[in-house]
C-alpha cells in the first residue's frame, strides 16, 4: 500500500456513507502501517503521517459517532507491550473521602462543615453516585490526551495511558474550548450489562477450545484487573466505562465558581459526567435524594456503593480545605451492604487443596449486589454453631462490596417446624476419613494424604504458572483425571492416555492435542520449578531455585545429607531438615524416579553456580503483588542474591519495587526520601546486574 495514498483521498464527504468508505480506506492503510510499524519493526513511513492519519480518523468518529467500532484505530494501540507500569506522580494528591454510615453521621457532618464556615449555611449541596471502580487521573494537553494515570497510594500511581486510550467513553480529544493543560479525575468501572456479556464470551469460547471457563467475579475488580493489563488491546476488549467527578491541575479554562457548573463545562468539552448529579439547597434535601439512590440503587446499569456528598461552591471548598486524608467539604455516604432473604437448600462442606474443610450454603439463587449468588459461606464450625442455619430455613444474604456472599443468619419466623440444627460432618465428603480439628483452631482438616481433594491440590499446584505451567490442565480437568483414576500423582501425567480421553465429552482431538503438547512442554521447565511444583514444605518458590543452583541435579539433592543441606546460603536447619526428610520417603523417591524417566528436567541449567551476588549490601523492598513472582518469591530473590528485603522504606533503601496495589505509606516515604520507585522489569534488571536500569 502507498504510505501518501491518504494524503490524495478525498476528505469525508458530508454524508455518512463517504464518511464511511472513507473511514474504511484509512483503517486499512492504518493497519498496514501499524504492521510495518510495530510488528516488522520497519515503517514505511514517518510517524508524524501515520499520526495524521489517526487524526483524520478521530475527526471523522468524532463527526459520525454511530461509525466508531471497537477494532478502531484510535482505541486500539496495537504497540509493543509494556513491561510494568511506570510510576506518575501526581502533581496534586488524589485523596481519599471521609464516610458516613448513617443519616446521623451525615449530619454530624454537616455540622462540623457549618461550624468550620462560622455558622454561614451551605447554600447547596452537590449530591452524586459513589461509583464502584477504580480512581484514574487523565492530563490532556491542548485538548489531546496525553497521560492516564492510576490512583495508586494518591501521590504516586502508575501510568495506564494505553490502556486509557482504549476506553470508549475517554475522548482521545476534548471540545474546541479546551485549555492548555486540564488534568481531570473519575472512575472507570464495568457496565453490568458489559460484565455480563463478558462472562458470556469467556464461557462460550472456554466451551469452543474445551477449557474451563474462568468467569469474572465483580464488575469493580474485573474493571481494576482490565485497566492493568500489560497488553492494551485486552483492555480494549473489556468494553470499560468512566465518569469523571473533580479537577486536577488546570492551566487555562474558564472561571468555575461551582462543582456543577465544572461538571457542567467538563462535559460540554466531551466528557462524561454523570447525569444523576444533582444540586440540593439543604441536608435534608440531600437526605432525600440519598433515599432515592437507595430505592433506585438496582435500576442503574452500574454499582454504587454510596452517594457522594459535596459543597457546591469552589470557594467554600476551598476555605474548609483538607485533612491529611481527605477533603472537609465532601464525604461518602455509604449505603449499607445489601442483604437479601432466600432459602437455604442445604449445607455442605467444600474440602480446600489443603484438606481445610469449608461450611457453605447451597441458597435458592438470588440476585445480591448486582450478582447472581448461589452458594455463600459460612466460614467454620464454629459460625455455624453461632449462626445456627439449618437446611429448610429462609436466610439472611449479604455481599457488601466483597466478591465473598455470607451467610447473615435465619430468618426465625419462618424456620419450618421440625428442624434440628446441622451437624458438621465427622468424616471427609470425599474420601470418607475422619475430619480432624486441632485444640485451639477453628479450622477442621482432611488430614488423609491421598484424599483424592488433596491429590488435586498437588497435581493443580505443579501445573501452576509458576511451576510447571502447564496450560490447558484445568481444575475440572484434573477433578476428571483424577475421580476416573487416570491419574493419581503428578508422574502420571506423563504417562496419560490421551486417546482414552476422547471418550470424555469435555475432550475433542484439539483441545487433547493441546494438553498433550503442553505436558510435553512443561517436561523442559527448570529443575527449580520442578522442586517448586512438588510441593516440599519449606520450599517456596526461591528456595527450590536455590536448592537447584546450590547442588545442580536432582540426585545431588536426593543424596544431600541434612548438614550439606544446612550450609546452603540462606537455608537454616529448619528447611534443611524439611528437605531431607521429604527425600527420604520411599514414595517421593519412586515420583522422581518416574519423573526423571518422563524425561523431566533433573539437571540444573548452570550447574554448581549458585546466584551472583549482585545485592550484596543492598536493601530492596517489595510492595505489592507483581506478575512473575510470588509474594515470597520476590524476596527470597533479594536474598539469594545476597540482598536485604526489609518490610519498610528508609533512606538507606537502595530501591523499592512496586507492583500491583501497592502499600501507600512505602510508596509515599521512598518518594519523599529519594528513593528511586521501580517497576517488576526494571526489578529484574536489579536482580541481574545489581543496579537500576538506564
Ligand atoms: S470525589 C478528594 N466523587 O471514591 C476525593 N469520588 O473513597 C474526591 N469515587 O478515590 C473524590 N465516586 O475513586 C468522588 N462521585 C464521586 C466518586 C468518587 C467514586 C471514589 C474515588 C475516590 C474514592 C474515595
Redesign the pocket.
Known amino acids: 500500500m502507498a504510505a501518501k495514498s491518504h494524503t490524495s483521498s478525498p476528505s469525508p464527504g458530508d454524508d455518512s456513507a463517504g464518511a464511511a468508505r472513507r473511514l474504511a480506506e484509512l483503517k486499512a492503510t492504518i493497519a498496514h502501517h501499524a504492521e510495518r510499524y510495530y510488528e516488522l519493526d520497519d515503517p514505511e513511513i514517518p510517524d508524524a503521517d501515520y499520526d495524521d492519519m489517526l487524526r483524520e480518523v478521530l475527526g471523522i468518529e468524532q463527526a459520525y459517532p454511530e461509525l466508531v467500532t471497537p477494532d478502531s484505530p484510535t482505541r486500539m494501540i496495537g504497540g509493543p507491550r509494556n513491561e510494568a507500569f511506570a510510576p506518575v506522580v501526581h502533581e496534586m494528591a ?4 471521609h464516610n458516613a454510615f448513617s443519616i446521623d453521621e451525615l449530619r454530624a457532618w454537616n455540622d462540623r462543615v457549618v461550624r468550620r464556615l462560622e455558622d454561614r449555611p451551605v447554600p447547596a449541596y452537590a449530591t ?4 464502584d471502580g477504580l ?1 484514574i487521573s487523565l492530563r490532556y494537553e491542548n485538548g489531546l490526551l496525553v497521560q492516564g494515570a492510576t ?1 495508586g497510594n494518591g501521590r504516586v500511581g502508575e501510568d495506564v495511558t494505553r490502556n486509557v486510550m482504549t476506553i470508549t467513553d475517554i475522548p482521545r480529544r476534548l471540545g474546541h474550548e479546551a485549555p492548555r493543560v486540564l488534568e481531570v479525575r473519575g ?1 472507570v468501572y464495568m457496565r453490568l450489562s458489559a460484565f455480563a456479556a463478558l462472562n458470556i464470551r469467556q464461557a462460550e469460547s472456554a466451551e469452543a477450545d474445551g477449557r474451563e471457563p474462568k468467569l469474572f467475579i465483580n464488575p469493580r475488580n474485573t474493571a481494576a484487573g482490565s485497566l492493568r493489563q500489560k497488553d492494551p488491546s485486552i483492555t480494549a476488549e473489556r468494553d470499560l466505562s468512566f465518569f469523571c ?2 479537577l486536577g491541575v488546570v492551566d487555562g479554562g474558564p472561571e468555575l465558581t461551582s462543582h456543577t457548573n465544572t461538571l457542567e463545562w467538563l462535559g460540554s468539552l466531551g466528557l462524561p459526567v454523570n447525569e444523576h448529579s444533582r444540586s440540593v439547597g439543604s441536608i435534608d434535601e440531600v437526605a432525600e435524594c440519598i433515599a432515592a439512590f437507595e430505592a433506585g440503587r438496582h435500576d442503574f446499569d452500574y454499582e454504587f456503593d454510596g452517594v ?1 456528598v459535596k459543597v457546591d461552591d469552589l470557594g467554600l471548598q476551598a476555605e474548609l480545605g483538607a485533612d491529611a486524608k ?2 472537609r467539604w ?1 464525604i ?1 455516604y455509604k449505603l449499607p451492604p445489601e442483604e437479601v432473604t432466600t432459602g437455604l437448600l442445604d449445607i455442605e462442606v467444600s474440602i480446600g487443596p489443603s484438606g481445610q474443610v469449608t461450611p457453605f450454603a447451597r441458597l435458592d439463587t438470588v440476585r445480591v449486589g448486582g450478582v447472581d449468588v448461589s452458594t455463600a459461606t459460612l466460614h467454620n464450625q464454629d459460625q455455624v454453631a453461632v449462626k445456627d442455619v439449618r437446611p429448610g430455613d429462609t436466610v439472611i444474604v449479604r455481599r457488601a462490596g466483597d466478591v465473598i456472599p455470607e451467610v447473615v443468619g435465619p430468618v426465625l419466623s419462618a424456620r419450618p417446624e421440625g428442624s434440628r440444627p446441622w451437624r458438621f460432618p465427622r468424616n471427609c465428603p470425599v474420601c470418607g476419613e475422619p475430619l480432624m480439628r486441632a485444640e485451639g483452631v477453628a479450622a477442621t482438616f482432611c488430614v488423609n494424604f491421598h484424599c483424592p481433594r488433596q491429590t488435586r491440590g498437588r497435581i493443580e499446584h505443579f501445573a501452576g504458572r509458576y511451576a510447571m505451567d502447564i496450560e490447558w490442565l484445568g481444575e475440572k480437568n484434573v477433578d476428571l483425571f483424577v475421580t476416573e483414576g487416570l491419574v493419581s500423582d503428578v508422574a502420571d501425567l506423563y504417562t496419560l492416555d490421551f486417546d482414552r480421553l476422547l471418550e470424555f465429552d469435555r475432550f475433542g482431538q484439539k483441545s487433547v492435542d493441546n494438553l498433550r503438547d503442553a505436558i510435553e512442554a512443561s517436561k523442559s521447565r527448570p529443575l527449580g520449578n520442578l522442586l517448586f511444583g512438588l510441593r516440599i514444605p519449606e520450599i517456596g518458590q526461591v528456595n527450590a531455585q536455590t536448592l537447584a543452583s546450590a547442588f545442580g541435579s536432582m540426585d545431588r539433592i536426593t543424596a544431600a545429607s541434612v548438614d550439606d543441606l544446612a550450609a546452603v546460603d540462606g537455608f537454616g536447619q529448619v528447611i534443611a531438615e524439611s528437605v531431607h526428610e521429604w527425600f527420604a520417603r520411599p514414595d517421593a523417591l519412586d515420583l522422581i524416579g518416574r519423573l526423571s524417566e518422563a524425561g523431566l528436567t533433573m539437571e540444573a541449567a548452570v550447574p554448581d553456580s549458585p546466584v551472583e551476588k549482585t545485592l550484596e549490601g543492598k536493601a530492596v523492598v517489595v510492595s505489592g503483588t507483581l506478575d512473575g513472582y510470588t509474594r515470597d518469591g520476590a524476596k527470597e530473590a533479594i536474598v539469594a542474591r545476597g540482598g536485604k528485603s526489609p518490610g519498610s522504606v528508609s533512606r538507606k533503601t537502595f530501591a523499592l519495587v512496586v507492583g500491583a496495589e501497592p502499600g501507600a505509606s512505602k510508596v509515599a516515604k521512598a518518594t519523599g526520601v529519594g528513593v528511586p520507585v521501580i517497576g517488576e522489569a526494571a526489578f529484574k534488571t536489579l536482580l541481574d546486574t545489581g543496579e537500576l536500569p538506564g
Open positions: 488524589m485523596m481519599s473521602l452524586e453516585p459513589k461509583f480512581a490512583r472512575e467527578y473533580q457522594v481527605a477533603p465532601a461518602a
